[in-house]
Nanobody
Framework: QVQLVESGGGLVQAGASLRLSCAAS????????MGWFRQAPGKEREFVAV????????SYGDSVKGRFTISRDNAKNTVYLQMNSLKPEDTAVYYC?????????????????WGQGTRVTVSS
């Protein structure tokens, strides 16, 4: 079992950057496929990015490709989401999630563990 805690959210202007962190405790994060999702008010949870367990596979949601970068530091048990060129439509609560196997990575109900989320607000 793993516990996930996100941090790094905040209020920024359009065009700015933020880096979110997801710290894992309990079992090491290297044992899991690590994903980021987001949920805006009144909308469904949306896939943002995922980083594979041992093979380094990475995938991004279409709306963030070219602007967001996911990375992981297994020594620190932490996964990061670097968000550049932020837009008002990126405003959401961002969640870190973990699962064991790299399949259906864009589907939130395939993930076993979730953090509590960190809020990102982008003003125009």
């Amino acid at each position: 079992q793993v516990q996930l805690v996100e941090s790094g959210g905040g209020l920024v202007q359009a065009g700015a950057s933020l880096r979110l962190s997801c710290a894992a405790s309990g079992r090491t994060s290297s044992s899991y496929v690590m994903g980021w999702f987001r949920q805006a008010p009144g909308k469904e949870r949306e896939f943002v990015a995922v980083f594979g367990r041992s093979d380094g596979r990475i995938s991004y949601g279409d709306s963030v490709k070219g602007r967001f970068t996911i990375s992981r530091d297994n020594a620190k048990n932490t996964v990061y989401l670097q968000m550049n060129s932020l837009k008002p439509e990126d405003t959401a609560v961002y969640y870190c999630a973990a699962k064991y196997i790299y399949y259906d990575v864009a589907l939130p109900d395939r993930y076993d563990y979730w953090g509590q989320g960190t809020r990102v607000t982008v003003s125009s």
